[in-house]
């Protein structure tokens, strides 16, 4: 189960991660590829200048560590994921985090009274950028043209 979640949800979690633990903004000067390389091969600097707008507004909003593991597990725990066997034990899970990240929101910032439903709200811009250009921009030196699926699947089962 967990691994059918880790495939479908990959590049958001990459991506959450990136940015919590502070991924240059700049995702041209990373080290982890180059922008014209990757035009060449058919990927578009409109991908980088989205992911680059993505990070910076996650970044505007200063999301704290215990909302970055909320959302985490929004992302993670996706009921309508393909291939569960039991989607409403999933669908709790993701209740659950929910929960938590409205609880942390309404305790520890309740002037903010809109931030919860904010955050929840960004979510979906972690999907603009298919998983395969994710991989693509940030794996392919790596793991070459193996799928990250592949990748994530014999992580697990070693």
């Not at 909302?67 to 996706?78: D, N, Q």
Request: hydrophobic share 45%; net charge neutral.
């Amino acid at each position: 189960m967990i691994v059918i979640l880790l495939e479908e949800t990959w590049s958001e979690l990459f991506l959450l991660n990136a940015i919590q633990w502070c991924m240059p903004l700049d995702i041209s000067a990373s080290p982890l590829f180059n922008v014209n390389e990757h035009t060449k091969n058919g990927h578009s600097a409109t991908d980088v200048k989205i992911l680059g707008d993505t990070l910076l507004r996650f970044k505007a909003v200063h999301v704290d560590p215990a909302e970055f593991a909320c959302l985490k597990a929004i992302v993670l725990f996706r009921a309508e994921t393909r291939g569960l066997k039991d989607p409403s034990q999933i669908e709790n899970l993701q209740d659950q985090a929910q929960v938590m990240l409205w609880q942390h929101c309404r305790t520890q910032l309740p002037g903010q009274v809109a931030r919860f439903g904010r955050l929840l709200l960004m979510l979906p811009l972690l999907r603009i950028v298919p998983a395969l250009r994710i991989e693509a921009l940030f794996f392919q030196k790596t793991i070459g043209n193996t799928p990250m699926e592949k990748v994530l699947c014999d992580m697990y089962k070693n």
